[in-house]
């Protein structure tokens, strides 16, 4: 079974930094287009990040330079490295399989507040 | 950046009438590859979303076939024929074309 599994949300102060884990099962993340989407409290889907099969990247801008999405083939696993984290980064953060993002997992909550 | 415009934002509707929303975009979707790549998501009450539709008018794996997608250029359709308790959501669409890929603010779709 096709399965994504995010772990690492908490509470972070501003300015502080917290990683984010996408486990992966039933399919081999470097074959395929990862991507992490969030949404606010009581708003709609932003993208965040993607990695493409090449290891290449893209971010939004909101979070280009802070944010670094990486993957680990070893362990099938993904990983968000969220750094100087701000009050509007609070959201639930989603991993999701490919550009059109056919599989998702749970979320994980990410609230930075002081 | 490709902005995506859903209509209406709320969509009140009968059990078992049809519903149909609106999704535009700011410029063309065609991929390099020939493909347009518009997606529709449905988002339950405290659920992760799902992907409904993919390439404009695939549905996905599971899906009831009373959902239907459509639409090309920058004018595309999400159609439920007739709808259920458990469609109750917000519905959003998105495109994978160009980066920064993008979604709509999202349609509610409420009991009336």
């Known amino acids: 079974e096709v399965q994504l599994v995010e772990s690492g949300g908490g509470l972070i102060q501003p300015g502080g930094s917290l990683r984010l884990s996408c486990a992966a099962s039933g399919f081999t993340v470097s074959n395929k287009n990862m991507a992490w989407v969030r949404q606010a409290p009581g708003k709609g889907l932003e993208w965040v990040s993607i990695i493409y099969i090449s290891g290449g990247t893209n971010y939004a801008d909101s979070v280009k330079g802070r944010f670094t999405f990486s993957r680990d083939n070893s362990k099938n696993t993904l990983y968000l490295q969220m750094n100087s984290l701000r009050a509007e980064d609070t959201a639930i953060y989603y991993c999701?399989?490919?550009?059109?993002?056919?599989?998702w997992g749970q979320g994980t909550t990410v609230t930075v507040s002081s | 950046d490709v902005v995506m415009t859903q209509s209406p934002l709320s969509l009140p509707v009968i059990l078992g009438q049809p519903a149909s929303m609106s999704c535009r975009s700011s410029?063309?979707?065609?991929?390099?590859?020939?493909?347009?790549?518009l997606n529709w998501f449905q988002q339950r009450p405290g659920q992760s979303p799902r992907r409904l539709i993919y390439k404009v008018s695939n549905r996905d794996s599971g899906v009831p076939d009373r959902f239907s997608g459509s639409g090309s250029g920058t004018d595309f359709t999400l159609k439920i024929s007739r709808v259920e308790a458990e469609d109750v959501g917000v519905y959003y669409c998105m495109q994978g074309t160009l980066w920064p890929y993008t979604f709509g603010q999202g349609t509610k779709l409420e009991i009336k």
């Open positions: 410029q063309g979707l065609v991929y390099s590859d020939g493909n347009t790549y």
């Open positions: 999701a399989r490919d550009v059109n993002l056919g599989v």
